[in-house]
């Protein structure tokens, strides 16, 4: 059933029980004092008037008997009911409708008798030893000229107030008892609509939390619950998002590795095979071990390359993934340029290259790290030195806008075919292979190049023809001062 297994019904039940018991019981309680309190006041002014008709009575006896008198209330009582005692204003009884005044203890000290004495009348509740049962006592004073000659009392039981106000308890507990049916079926049904929707989010989410990401939540309460399962079903497009974009960054990474693996096999492979060419040879033809030992250095030289710019990849993939390493500085792009341009300025000699800088000052400063910065310049320089023939051109300027600082490096060479562009930032992409491979390219060098110019915030674009030569563009956002 709903309220053994479910926490909420039950203190849903929980809270109408209890809000709709004390309000009915104070209700109750409250109306039952208010209606004993009236009832007693109708009583009290009922017997107060019969008092005062029975002095208008009894007003000749008074003067006479008790006997006559005696007769008179027992008449009274047997007519209505009422009991009549009358009283000395000393206390002593003269005369009352049960008819054993002669029995009676005198009654000065009856607090209705003393309030009677002293106020215009007086009244009593008590429990009558004689009827055995509570009464309510009302007595008044009977003036004369000397004073107060006799006291009236008259009594009714309280059989009927009392009834009353069992009624009034007796009803409470009863509306109290349909509160509680009531409250009951309310905080079921309630808590029946309420957890419907909720129950059947609760198996979705347990089906997506198992893994099964294409199951939606399809409610349309209009409450709550709608955000809720909109929410949930956001969670989990998150989650497929994340996954996929996981799973792309893995299968990269994947093939990064397999082809780091196969560029570092393949020096190797050709290391190993020329060394045990030269062992089986023994030195014999030194012609042949020169050349060899040749290729063994140039290959081992590769493969130091290779492994400078793989652990070159690594710190900055690290930087990236936490910039708090990374001590970035306010640097004139214009000197680092120069700075660049100077280091290599032998091996464009060495290619009878012009190499020119132009920078346009004033500039402001970028924010970078002085030897990351010089290394992207420096890959980028070196390949316009590699793929441009002899007695080529190439220009490395700078200039600044308002917002940007931007920097190229520009060739005449060899250029890049159009179907080649879009590869040429991929990690070992190398255009031509072959002719890669003889003036020593990895193919790392312009990956490192995009991941070093992301690092400062800037972008980098390139634009190029076949035989016309290439223009690379790198912009920095301004540091603003
Ligand atoms: N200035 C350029 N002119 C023509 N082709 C270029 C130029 N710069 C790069 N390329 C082409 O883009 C490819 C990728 O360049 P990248 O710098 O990544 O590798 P690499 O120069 O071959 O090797 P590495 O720089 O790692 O020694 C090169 O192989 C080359 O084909
Ligand atoms: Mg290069």
Do not use: W
Request: proline share 3%; glycine share 6%.
């Amino acid at each position: 059933m709903l309220f053994t297994r479910s926490k909420f019904a039950r203190r849903l039940l929980g809270a109408f029980l209890l809000l709709s018991i004390t309000s009915l019981g104070v209700l109750g309680l409250l109306l039952s004092q208010y209606f004993h309190d009236a009832a007693m006041a109708r009583e009290q002014e009922n017997l107060m008037n019969n008092a005062h008709i029975i002095e208008l009575t009894l007003a000749e006896e008074l003067e006479a008997t008790p006997i006559e008198m005696q007769d008179t209330i027992e008449a009274i009582q047997a007519q209505t009911g009422l009991r009549v005692t009358v009283l000395c204003a000393d206390g002593q009884v003269i005369a009352d409708s049960e008819g054993s005044a002669g029995q009676m203890d005198n009654h000065l000290l009856r607090p209705e008798v003393q309030q009677a004495l002293h106020r215009s009348y007086g009244t009593s509740v008590r429990y009558s030893d004689t009827l055995q049962e509570n009464m309510l006592y009302v007595a008044i004073p009977v003036h004369t000229a000397d004073g107060i000659s006799a006291i009236i009392r008259t009594a009714a039981p309280l059989t009927y107030v009392e009834a009353s106000y069992d009624h009034t308890l007796h009803a409470t507990l009863l509306a109290m008892f349909f509160a509680l049916l009531v409250s009951i079926l309310v905080a079921v049904l309630l808590a029946r609509r309420t957890l419907r929707p909720l129950s059947a989010m609760t198996k979705t989410a347990h089906a997506i939390a198992a893994g099964d990401l294409k199951r939606r939540i399809h409610i349309h309460s209009g409450d709550e619950f709608d955000v809720l399962g909109s929410t949930i079903n956001h969670l989990a497009m998150n989650l497929i998002d994340k996954i996929e974009h996981e799973q792309v960054l893995n299968r990269r990474q994947q093939v990064f590795i397999d082809n780091a693996a196969h560029e570092l096999k393949t020096p190797l492979t050709s290391i190993s095979g020329f060394a045990e060419t030269l062992q089986e040879d023994d030195f014999q033809q030194p012609e042949m071990t020169r050349h060899f030992l040749r290729i063994i250095y140039d290959e081992s030289q590769r493969m130091t390359r290779l492994i400078n710019d793989l652990l070159s990849l690594a710190r900055v993939g690290h930087l990236r993934e936490d910039p708090r390493n990374l001590h970035r500085v306010p640097l004139d792009l214009g000197d680092v340029l120069q700075h660049c341009a100077d280091s290599l300025r032998g091996k464009a000699n060495a290619r009878a290259q012009e190499l020119t800088v132009e920078v346009a000052r004033p500039l402001p400063p970028v924010s970078a790290t002085p030897d990351l910065m010089e290394q992207l310049f420096n890959n980028l320089i070196e390949n316009a030195i590699k793929y441009t023939p002899e007695h080529g051109h190439i220009t490395v300027s700078c200039k600044s806008t308002s917002t940007k600082l931007i920097a190229c490096v520009r060739d005449d060479g060899i250029g890049i075919a159009s179907r080649d562009l879009p590869f040429i930032f991929d990690r070992f992409y190398r255009v031509d292979k072959d002719r890669s491979r003889q003036t020593g390219g990895t193919g790392l060098g312009l990956s490192l190049v995009k991941f070093l110019a992301e690092l400062f915030d800037g972008q980098i674009t390139v634009t190029s023809e076949k035989g016309k030569g290439t223009t690379f563009r790198v912009e920095f956002p301004c540091q603003l001062k």
